[in-house]
């Protein structure tokens, strides 16, 4: 069966010497896995630079039943990146952002919401001109939301210690529980009241940036099954230093 829709590429796997097996977050179908055949080929229409971290693609592809991987006939560019590919330091957020998609994205079936957001903060990443520094500690606390374990916005002066567990701010810190720091759970309320637009706001130090960095990924791991730890952000925070 013929089926077109949009996606977006979170990993490229060498198959063979002249094919690719590519994992992408699709509109209407979530996580599937597609095989591109023909990329070295002069005359191929499959170029090896659609297939970047976190390109957005419109493609045609034949789904078989019974067959994880799909096979890609027609593609084409959905959204051309002016910035990402060439901004190293927005190239190196999408590379982390890409490895943290996959390895929460997971459903085999259409999440409408959830794909615009990605799509929507990365349009916005690629756009934005102003201190970009803190947009994936934001997008991080967003993408929880998406996927069901988002952090209750309950921080006050009295609330004022992060239960990484239980996902919200507490007067103390209980016994046998996790919490973050009083001013490390000042920092993560921030984060998460941060919209894109006011990203300068937030001003975090490198140090700042690098410890909720550390937090939240730990936030991850709690409550996503099988997150482990990442490779990108030791890049990540290299680049941002």
């Not at 550390?214 to 409550?223: G, Q, S, V």
């Amino acid at each position: 069966m013929l089926s077109q829709t949009n996606g977006i590429v979170l990993q490229t796997v060498k198959y063979s010497e002249n094919s690719l097996i590519v994992k992408m977050y699709t509109e209407q179908k979530g996580i599937n896995s597609f095989m591109v055949n023909s990329v070295k080929s002069k005359r191929s229409r499959f170029k090896p630079v659609y297939f970047q971290p976190l390109s957005i693609l419109d493609f045609v592809a034949y789904y078989k039943e019974n067959r994880e991987i799909a096979q890609l006939k027609e593609i084409s560019s959905c959204l051309q990146y002016k910035a990402i590919p060439y901004d190293v330091f927005k190239s190196a957020q999408a590379l982390f952002i890409a490895e943290v998609l996959l390895k929460t994205l997971r459903e085999s079936e259409s999440n409408y919401n959830l794909y615009c957001f990605v799509t929507g903060s990365l349009d916005f990443l690629d756009n934005y001109t102003g201190r970009a520094a803190d947009f994936h500690l934001v997008f991080l606390l967003n993408l929880a939301i998406y996927l069901g374990f988002a952090p209750q916005n309950n921080y006050s002066g009295a609330f004022r210690f992060f239960n990484m567990h239980e996902g919200k701010f507490d007067e103390s810190k209980a016994k046998d529980e996790y919490y973050l720091d009083e001013n490390l759970s000042k920092l993560f309320a921030q984060v998460m009241n941060c919209a894109y637009e006011h990203l300068e706001d937030l001003s975090l130090s490198y140090i700042q940036r690098k410890e909720i960095l550390a937090k939240i990924l730990e936030f991850f791991r709690i409550h996503v099954n099988g997150f482990g730890v990442l490779k990108s952000n030791v890049i990540l925070e290299e680049v941002l230093a």
